[in-house]
């Protein structure tokens, strides 16, 4: 399961960023995914793989919020 929720978020986000690119819509696009994906709290079953991929989904918009306000004091 923890494989399933992996890949979905894997594809979630890459889906995000390949529309906005790494910009602060694709980063807040990103974080809101994994803001509701994460509501399947105590999860088992299938809803592990939701809660898994907004995990994922919320770690991945952190490192994009990251790497923008790094460039935007090393600019």
Same mark, same amino acid.
């Given at each position: /399961?923890? +494989? &399933? $929720?992996?890949?979905?978020?894997? !594809? *979630? #986000?890459?889906?995000?960023? %390949?529309?906005?690119? !790494?910009?602060?819509?694709? #980063? +807040?696009?990103? $974080?809101? +995914?994994?803001?509701?994906? %994460?509501?399947?709290?105590?999860?088992?079953?299938?809803?592990? #793989?939701?809660?898994? @991929?907004?995990?994922?989904? !919320? +770690?991945? @918009? $952190? *490192?994009?919020?990251?790497?923008?306000?790094?460039? /935007? &004091?090393? %600019?």
């Amino acid at each position: /399961m923890k +494989i &399933f $929720g992996a890949a979905l978020a894997i !594809l *979630l #986000v890459g889906i995000a960023y %390949s529309i906005w690119g !790494l910009t602060w819509p694709g #980063v +807040i696009a990103a $974080g809101v +995914i994994g803001i509701v994906l %994460s509501q399947a709290m105590h999860a088992t079953g299938w809803r592990e #793989v939701l809660t898994i @991929a907004g995990t994922v989904c !919320l +770690i991945a @918009a $952190g *490192l994009g919020a990251s790497l923008l306000l790094l460039q /935007m &004091f090393v %600019s």
